[in-house]
């Protein structure tokens, strides 16, 4: 880290001694102060409900401009990324730190192709849930039984079992979540086939069938390798921060990512793209476009509890960048299927013009977020509604692990282990039963 050419001074109004704090700065964005030796200098922690104020590592992965509207990762635009790059690049990128050339790019694609397949044995792990679980529920069941099939790649501390970790996590995660389908459909198993592309692979794995063969519709499977793309990464946001906090006690890398795929599955994160779609499909139910502005009522109204999902961000005070690149998508994908007029995407496009114009929204910021087309573009690609948290989880498995294994390769990682401000009673004696 950079020492700023600054420090911080925190000083007391109860005339306890003041304390220098040094400042650093990154490569871009904020600097932050160091307050490592707060507690042991003053006997008091800081406090941040929510992280709002705090860096809680250093990262070099992935870096968001929320008031430009900006994501980069490992400094490319993600516009430029999601349009001359594919998804598995990606992944290059965010292990590694920079775009593989021509040689690495076909020996990385190869590697991840080569590890698609699953032990044979999880699909009897799978056969124990009922055939109506949700698909999140299912996934971080087998995504945490993977450490009990894979156990050459479970010590966290070798820098092998990492990097053979990860390959097989993104290799493996279409073959799972496309498992999970086929399992709450009660059809086949399709075991992958690695001449297709991972987008091509996973969508057959999907939606063919041993009965006949499936060709892969070009303009849909470029659709989910952005999809991937947009998702593979958001630096430190709960998931991510989930993971790292797991893996920070040295579990092993497939239990820490099944912690990620339970905290993404909430409504205010990943679980937001089926929540937003729930949303547009009640709207339109109860009456559609006409609607919208009772239903927008109810958004603003705070004791309603209603929510505008796919709207609003803790880092974006700005059009998510990757909500452009997904409308544009969504465009894509409805022409192509012939669903130009589809109705939800009428009612999102008027909910989004309605809420860009209201002071409500406007005065908060409030901007469509990543998740509010794409369940637009999953539902018209066939996927279930209750499977797009899954998609994302697929997408983002290796922003997590790239995360994971740079705090464990960092020289300055230790366990995390928040403090608290305690507001419960002070010390007392247990009384006697008849005195409760
Ligand atoms: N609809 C209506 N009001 C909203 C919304 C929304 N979607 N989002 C925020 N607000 C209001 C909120 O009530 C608050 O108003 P006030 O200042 O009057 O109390 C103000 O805007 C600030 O919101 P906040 O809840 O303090 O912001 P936060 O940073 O804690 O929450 C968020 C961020 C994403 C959880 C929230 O915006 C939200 O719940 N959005 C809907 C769920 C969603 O789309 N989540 C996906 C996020 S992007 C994908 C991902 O990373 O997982």
């Known amino acids: 880290m950079k020492l700023a050419d600054h420090k911080a001074t925190l000083s007391f109004s109860n005339g306890a001694p003041s304390m220098e704090l040094p400042v650093y700065a990154g490569t871009i964005g904020p600097d ?16 941040d409900p929510g992280f709002l104020s705090t860096a809680s590592c250093q990262s070099a992965i992935t870096y968001i401009d929320g008031d430009k509207g900006e994501l980069l990762y490992r400094g490319y635009p993600i516009e430029q990324i999601a349009t001359q790059c594919d998804y598995l690049d990606t992944c290059y990128l965010l292990l590694n730190g920079d775009l593989p050339n021509e040689g690495e790019r076909n ?5 991840i192709l080569n590890h698609t397949m699953v032990n044979e044995q999880m699909q009897f792990f799978l056969r124990g849930f009922r055939r109506d679980a949700h698909p999140m529920a299912v996934l971080t069941g087998l995504i945490g039984a993977l450490s009990a099939f894979y156990h050459d790649s479970t010590d966290i501390n070798n820098p092998e079992h990492r990097r053979i970790a990860a390959i097989r996590l993104i290799a493996k995660m279409p073959t799972l979540v496309s498992m999970a389908y086929k399992y709450g459909v009660g059809q086949p198993y399709m075991y992958p086939r690695n001449e297709l592309s991972y987008a091509g692979n996973f969508l057959r794995m999907m939606f063919g069938t041993p009965c006949e063969d499936y060709v892969v519709n070009p303009v849909l499977e470029r659709a989910l390798d952005r999809i991937f793309i947009l998702h593979a990464d958001h630096e430190q946001n709960a998931s991510t921060s989930t993971v790292r906090l797991c893996g920070s006690s040295g579990t092993n890398p497939f239990a820490a990512i099944a912690a990620g795929v339970a ?7 990943g679980g937001a793209n089926e929540a937003c779609l729930n949303m547009l499909e009640d709207i339109q139910a109860s009456g559609g476009i006409a609607k919208v502005g009772e239903f927008m009522n109810q958004v603003k ?12 961000h803790r880092v974006y005070k700005n059009y998510d960048p990757r909500a452009k690149m997904m409308q544009e998508t969504c465009n894509e994908v409805l022409s192509e299927l012939g669903l130009e007029n589809d109705p939800l995407f009428k009612l999102a496009k008027e909910l989004e013009k309605i809420a860009l114009e209201d002071d409500y929204f406007v005065q908060r910021k409030l901007y469509p977020n990543v998740d509010f087309y794409s369940g637009i573009v999953q539902r018209a690609i066939g996927i279930p509604v209750n499977l797009f948290t899954g998609i994302f989880a697929l997408a983002r498995t290796v922003g997590w692990i790239a995360q994971l294994n740079e705090m464990i390769g960092d020289p300055e990682y230790k366990i995390g282990r928040p403090r608290q401000l305690f507001t419960g009673s002070p010390r007392r004696d247990v009384p006697t039963l008849i005195k409760r």
């Open 263 to 269: 905290c993404l599955w909430g409504p205010a994160h």
């Open 32 to 47: 932050v102060i160091d307050i490592r030796k707060l507690y042991g200098q003053t006997g008091m922690f800081t406090y």
């Open 301 to 312: 109204d705070k004791n309603s509890g209603v929510k505008l999902m796919g709207f609003g």
């Open 107 to 111: 020996d990385f694609h190869k590697l």
